[in-house]
């Protein structure tokens, strides 16, 4: 197969991690016969040094031209920074948000994965880490709350705020046409999560849902009101396969589901649009504190490589070998300084790709 991705790299460790992540795709286009075609874009601080603005309209028709994009991270030190004095819509993060939009990049996904070899650095109850979990929260990212009408004003002489929360069937039915075929993929469950109980717009999210759930009939689902599922994510998160939920919710209960993984290093993400375009990078920061001495963790970034060939190229076996790939390295006792502990043998960002390319 031919794949044509757009890189960037982007700023802070952003260049070390896709590097290895690069390394580990072509490991697997030697084994497997696959060619990867990589173009380079710039995003973020190193676009404003560059063109003066975060993103430009060519780098984004050029992401457009390829099947998907591997992104690192970007940004500075938001304090010390010279790109933090700029105007908000010059400064890194807005290059994200614009390219987020110009894509129309709706669904976002997170999976929470707990590493056996990593269970000490889960906060959880040893009896509860003891069971594991391996969960997808599924987000819906370009609706909601964060994007109703807001304004603030006085009435009355009080000063008064309001946000709208909306949602209309469309947007619904696309996220969760997503989320029931992503569940195809893994153990066919989907728990939707809402607040039914309250909110016009959960309801309307559970009958389309519910309409959504006919078209797969081996799937099975059901919903959930999200405070309980925020209680149940600490108390049994064995329980989830595919959680998907609406924009507010997803942001809480996605970062609530990382945290109890133990290592933002790990963490990989996918954000997609209707066709099998999709942006993949991992779910931590530039990480400007350890940027530029090989000791961020690559693996957030490989594993979204490996998100990539599953989404975006229908490349289930490569994606698999990806994945064992990095258990069997973490077996092993390799370890960056993030997620280091005694008896575990400590390697920089360079090698932990060369270890996880040479498990493939
Ligand atoms: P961060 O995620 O960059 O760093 C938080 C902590 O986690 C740091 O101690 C860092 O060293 C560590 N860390 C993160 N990724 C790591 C990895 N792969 N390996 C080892 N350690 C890792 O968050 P922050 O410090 O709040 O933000 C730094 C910059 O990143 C800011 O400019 C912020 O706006 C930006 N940011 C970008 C994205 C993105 O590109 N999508 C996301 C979040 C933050």
């Known amino acids: 197969m031919n794949c044509n991705i757009a890189v960037i790299k982007g700023d802070g460790i952003g260049p070390e991690v896709v590097t290895e992540a690069m390394k580990v795709l072509n490991a697997v286009g030697k084994k497997y016969g696959h060619t990867f075609n990589y173009e380079q874009l710039l995003m973020g601080g190193c676009s404003i040094d560059k063109h003066g603005v975060p993103l430009t309209d060519e780098a984004v028709e050029r992401a457009k031209a390829n099947d998907a994009v591997l992104l690192g991270s970007i940004g500075g030190n938001t304090q010390t920074s010279p790109w933090y004095k700029l105007p908000p819509e010059l400064r890194p993060e807005a290059g994200l948000l614009k390219i987020r939009k110009e894509l129309g990049l709706f669904a976002n996904l ?13 906060p959880l109850k040893e009896e509860i880490a003891e069971k594991g979990f391996d969960m997808m929260i599924m987000r819906e990212l370009t ?4 994007f109703g009408e807001r304004k603030t004003e006085e009435v009355d002489g009080v000063m008064t705020a309001v946000d709208t929360l909306t949602y209309n069937e469309n947007e619904i039915r696309r996220i969760a046409i997503k989320a029931f075929d992503i569940a195809m993929k ?17 309801r309307l999210w559970r009958k389309v849902v519910e309409e959504v759930a006919k078209d797969y009939p081996e799937v099975k689902y059901e919903h959930m009101l999200v405070d ?3 209680m149940q994510l600490v108390k049994d998160p064995a329980q989830f ?29 996918a954000s997609l649009n209707e066709t099998k375009f999709g942006m993949y990078e991992p779910s931590g920061g530039s990480a400007p504190d ?22 975006t190229f229908d490349l289930d076996r490569e994606a698999d070998a990806i994945e064992a790939a990095v258990k069997k390295v973490l077996e092993e006792g390799y370890r960056t300084c993030d997620i280091v502990s005694e008896g575990t043998q400590l390697v920089g960002c360079d090698k932990m790709g060369d ?6």
Request: proline share 2%; net charge negative; hydrophobic share 45%.
């Open 110 to 122: 997170r999976p929470a994965y707990l590493y056996e070899e990593l269970k000490d650095a889960c």
């Open 143 to 146: 609706g909601g709350l964060y």
């Open 186 to 202: 893994r153990r066919k469950k989907v728990t939707s999560v809402d607040k039914a109980n309250v909110l016009d717009s959960s």
């Open 228 to 230: 309980n599922c925020a």
């Open 241 to 269: 396969d595919v959680v998907l939920t609406e924009n507010m919710f997803g942001d809480i209960l996605s970062d609530e589901a990382s945290m109890i993984t133990g290592s933002i290093g790990m963490l990989a993400s």
């Open 290 to 311: 350890i940027a530029g001495q090989n000791k961020a963790n690559p693996i957030a970034t490989i594993l979204s490589a490996a998100m990539m060939l599953r989404y």
């Open 355 to 360: 270890l996880v390319a040479e498990r493939v």
